[in-house]
């Protein structure tokens, strides 16, 4: 929140979104970024700030009671999901976490959650914004996997009924709770035609193998759908024992994001699933880019050497790579663009790169970052920022006189 300070914002005061994103609203106005649709792949919402609705929709009656339970109610916290060791609001500097609490909705209508997504939406005049959840991206950690497939399943309903419900320019990818496989193809075949859901996601902060043939229906009902699977990433500092050797929040943010995609991605190509599953559309979401080059360079590497161990390859592992999908936050922009510009180029950019926002968490991009680099042509810009993504959730155009949330 641009110019504001703790002082400055009385007990009860009203905090807005749009207030926040002051600068981004004046960037994309000076950039004209109203001319084209822009489809933001990756934003989110704390879940957490709707538990007690979320959680009423628990269909096991124990577990249900056990996320309303006194504990929420006397800290606050939310019973049920893993709690995640970081330090994402840098120590308190980044007040917009802080002051969410104080922002209002009453004015546009009862639902929080959709209220604020649109409000961002508008300030960085994106017409659709796919929308996931935040402290949610760690359960794949619980070691009971009947409450990921509950809370899994709350979420779904959830979603249905008010984040989705009436939010025309508001997608998700659902979660799907990988710890059980048959529950995922259950909510896939619920959910596959639900206004809104225009994927599935898994996430993949988490140690199940995508080569387990127990995941084979899953990944063959998918694909039937037409919709796309995406991989969303974060980081786990606590019972991953590389992460627990470093010391600095830092290290991990720069690491944990592309580690569990780098692992996911790694056994997804080798074991030959493009092959196995070719109609099946995969997005890598929230890893950055520069870690991709160097995966495909490392594979490529390994499978001319030792390519009986990975039989099903027809092509080197970087061409299925380049076929895949990828979102652009968090973007790194070395000092030499040259850099940059050849990752675009691996990675080809033009029909597969799909902006990305990841707002409202700290280290968000806005549409103009993808806009400004001097390298793209005017093409590749629209497609990065919305055309790629329109045609790959299979989303309207926008019509001529803005957005359509």
């Known amino acids: 929140m641009s110019g504001v300070s703790y002082r400055d914002v009385r007990v009860g005061a009203e905090y807005g979104t749009e207030q926040a994103l002051a600068n981004a609203t004046e960037q ?52 049920l999901l893993p709690a995640v060791l970081g330090n994402q609001d840098q120590s308190g500097r980044v007040l917009r976490y802080s002051l969410r609490g104080l922002e209002r909705s009453e004015l546009e209508g009862p639902d929080q959650d959709g209220v604020i997504i649109k409000r961002a939406m508008r300030a960085m005049s994106i017409d659709y914004q796919i929308v996931f959840p935040t402290p949610m991206l760690n359960l794949g950690l619980h070691p009971v996997p009947d409450v990921e497939v509950e809370i899994a399943r709350a979420y779904a309903r959830w979603c249905e009924e008010h984040l989705l419900a009436g939010n025309l320019g508001i997608r ?29 996601m898994i996430t993949s902060v988490r140690g199940h193998p995508v080569w387990d043939r127990r995941y084979a229906p899953l990944f063959a009902t998918i694909q039937e759908t037409g919709r796309p699977l995406g991989f969303h990433a974060g980081y786990n500092w606590i019972g991953n024992r590389d992460m627990e050797s470093l010391n600095r929040f830092l290290s991990v943010h720069a690491l944990g994001f592309p580690h569990y995609n780098l692992l996911h991605l790694t056994n997804w190509v080798i074991n030959g699933l493009p092959e196995r599953y070719p109609a099946l559309k995969v997005i890598w979401i929230e890893g950055g880019l520069a870690w991709v080059p160097y995966l ?110």
């Not at 998700?172 to 225009?198: I, K």
């Not at 590749?380 to 949330?405: E, Q, V």
């Open 28 to 79: 994309a106005g000076r950039r004209g970024l109203d001319r084209f649709p822009i489809v933001d792949a990756d934003a989110h919402h704390y879940e957490t700030e709707s538990w007690h609705e979320i959680t009423s929709y628990i269909e096991d009656p124990v577990l249900r009671q056990e996320a309303h339970g006194g504990v929420m109610r006397l800290t606050g916290r939310t019973p």
């Open 172 to 200: 998700t990818m659902l979660y799907l709770p990988f710890s059980d496989p048959d529950a995922c193809v259950r909510l896939v075949e619920e959910y596959s035609h639900v206004d809104g859901v225009v994927g599935f």
């Open 296 to 405: 495909m360079q490392r594979l490529d590497h390994e499978y001319l050497l030792r390519p009986s161990e990975a039989p099903l390859l027809k092509r080197k592992p970087s061409e299925y790579i380049a076929e895949m999908f990828f979102t652009t936050q968090p973007l790194e922009v070395p000092d030499d663009l040259s850099i940059l510009e050849m990752t675009f180029k691996m990675l080809r950019a033009g029909s597969q790169l799909l902006y990305a926002s990841d707002f409202p968490h700290w280290d968000f991009d806005v549409p103009a970052r993808i806009y400004d680099l001097p390298f793209l042509s005017e093409a590749d810009r629209r497609n990065i920022l919305g055309a790629n993504a329109l045609t790959l959730f299979g989303l309207p155009t926008p019509s001529a006189n803005g957005a359509i949330a």
